[in-house]
Nanobody, 126 residues
């Protein structure tokens, strides 16, 4: 069955960096668009994607993370990465990766993704 596993979360100070990983099994990510979402403490998971990467290398970033987060993929490792720099306390959340077959349309909403990971916690201290 399809499984996405996030890792790399942790505690970091304001201005610091973390790199999250999303490793897939049961699917080949080369054929999939992958997005990252987050759920802040006490809030629902955001319906809009933070960033997404398509199989052709096209990326999209929400304004809240543009210039600070970078999505990339290593198809040989069947893994997508989220490099997070200049972290702020408001970035504290559980981060989820999601995947769906790439038909050439950027997927920016949570309901457009079929496969989800279990999440990894990121805490940014002030």
């Amino acid at each position: 069955q399809v499984q996405l596993v996030e890792s790399g979360g942790g505690v970091v100070q304001t201005g610091g960096s973390l790199r999250l990983s999303c490793t897939a099994s049961g699917i080949t990510l080369d054929y999939y668009a992958v997005g990252w979402f987050r759920q802040a403490p006490g809030k629902k998971r955001e319906g809009g994607v933070l960033c997404t990467g398509s199989r052709d290398g096209t990326t999209y970033y929400a304004d809240s993370v543009k210039g600070r987060f970078t999505i990339s993929r290593d198809n040989a490792e069947n893994t997508v990465y989220l490099q997070m720099d200049s972290l702020k306390p408001e970035d504290t959340a559980v981060y989820y990766c999601a995947a769906d077959l790439d038909y050439g349309v950027q997927l920016k909403r949570a309901y457009e993704y079929d496969h989800w990971g279990q999440g990894t916690q990121v805490n940014v201290s002030s």
